[in-house]
């Protein structure tokens, strides 16, 4: 953090970084999660930073969560390699420290637009997609899934502009295409 801390300084951090997209933050959940600690420490509790900042107690968990990552892994974070509360969350709930630190570089890595990204990923690590698959799958923490659909450039082009009229992520709307699909053809999961 460049400037000292101060409560007006955190109070305006943590204000003008969760109340709008991840995107569109302008600073690094390492430094947000910082500005919880200070406000924690000041206050002296959780319950007293939530109703400050207004803002939920799980919500603020999530962000201090960073801080217990090892140094290696908060870097990342703070360089915006990862830039998801929910991935740090994940990241935190793993005990072996081997494991988070190759969760997160399949995380930094897997941040692909589309599947030609994560083929060239499986290409350039010399992996095949099963055993990308398998080494994902040992590193990954329980809830944690991750499917690979190929489509071909018009089906692709199509869920994009979809998604973008409904404003929601492209793999949002595959995946409620998929639960309909599901629901119509009577499976139940």
Do not use: H
């Not at 930073?49 to 960073?66: A, G, N, W």
């Not at 199509?158 to 409620?176: F, G, H, M």
């Amino acid at each position: 953090m460049k400037q000292k801390l101060t409560e007006e300084i955190a109070l305006a951090i943590i204000y003008a970084n969760t109340r709008r997209k991840p995107r569109n933050r302008k600073e690094d959940i390492i430094t947000i999660a910082n500005c919880f600690n200070f406000l924690y420490e000041l206050y002296g509790s959780r319950k007293k930073v939530s109703e400050k900042t207004d803002l939920s107690e799980e919500m603020i968990r999530q962000f201090l969560c960073s801080l217990k990552l090892p140094n290696e892994i908060q870097d990342m974070i703070a360089k915006r390699k990862i830039d998801s509360v929910d991935a740090v969350r994940n990241l935190a709930a793993i005990s072996d420290y081997k494991k988070q630190k190759e969760l997160a570089k399949l995380y930094y890595n897997m941040q692909a637009k589309d599947t030609r990204d994560i083929k060239r990923l499986v290409k350039k690590g010399n992996l095949s997609a099963v055993d990308a698959k398998k080494k994902i799958s040992k590193a990954k923490p329980k809830g944690f899934n991750v499917f690979m659909m190929d489509f071909d450039d018009e089906i692709y082009k199509n869920i994009i502009r979809q998604a973008s009229e409904r404003k929601i992520k492209p793999a949002e709307l595959v995946k409620r295409i998929v639960e309909e699909w599901l629901e119509n053809q009577g499976i139940n999961l």
